[in-house]
């Protein structure tokens, strides 16, 4: 594994106790940064802090909660510069066709996916703009481009993650802060037991090369999106998606 540097990079990683913001952890960690670990399950954030070995930190945030965010902002502010954000949180929402999901579903997957990070960059940018440096990291998702049949507020939430970034990485361009995203394919976590198995199959066989992402290797994408060496890129989307989309 080569090793960005990230030294003394102070971030924060929402839905950091599992999945892609674990392995986003992990990796901002062995690359020299510091991980703050934002999430809603205080159980699985005590796990993933002595998986790390006590070497991050974490906090129980309802990340669409404009003042619970605010406030875990703050606090992260006052021990340091917050250098990194990685707005990983997201949930599916199960699976149906659009005219059969309870509306009540529709709206919490657009709150969690596409409402917190809007939130949790309107908390952070502003000590960002003070710092004169940042890096915000989305996750979107290849549904987000290419819309997943049986899973429109999915698609649709991810689809406006991406549009978020675009605007958000044009109103930063001048300020030292850099903002992109990833589009990875279906990656095997734990939110895989929100959907159905026939949609699990359906992500797989659109896959040229015929497995599902690591979170490993979408971790690898963040780090070097967080770091100074990504310096000419923002309000971009990154592909992780084994082939899939190619545009």
Not at 43 to 57: P, R, W
Not at 108 to 123: G, K
């Amino acid at each position: 594994m080569n090793r960005i540097d990230l030294e003394g990079r102070r971030a924060i990683i929402t839905g950091g106790a599992r999945g892609i913001g674990f392995a986003a952890a992990e990796r901002i960690l062995s690359s020299g940064g510091e991980a703050i670990l934002w999430d809603v399950d205080a159980a699985a954030i005590d796990e993933a802090l002595a998986a790390l070995g006590g070497k991050a930190s974490g906090r129980v945030v309802e990340l669409t909660d404009g003042d619970a965010v605010a406030a875990a902002a703050d606090e992260a502010a006052t021990a340091g510069a917050i250098d990194i954000l990685v707005n990983n949180a997201g949930i599916t929402g199960g699976n149906g066709t659009t005219w059969e999901l309870d509306p009540a579903v529709w709206r919490r997957t657009i709150e969690v996916n596409l409402v917190a990070p809007f939130l949790t960059s309107r908390a952070i940018v502003p000590h960002m703009l003070e710092a004169g440096y940042g890096r915000i990291v989305n996750v979107a998702s290849i549904a987000g481009k290419e819309g997943n049949p049986n899973a429109s507020h999915y698609s649709a939430s991810k689809a406006g993650l991406i549009g978020l970034t675009k605007s958000l990485g044009k109103e930063l361009a001048g300020a030292g802060i850099l903002v992109n995203c990833i589009t990875p394919a279906a990656a095997r976590t734990a939110i895989f037991d929100q959907m159905s198995q026939e949609h699990i199959d359906y992500m797989l066989s659109k896959i040229p090369m015929a497995r599902f992402v690591e979170p490993a290797e979408v971790a690898a994408m963040i780090a070097w999106l967080a770091s100074e060496d990504c310096s000419f890129s923002t309000g971009a989307v990154f592909d992780i998606s084994g082939g899939r989309a190619v545009y």
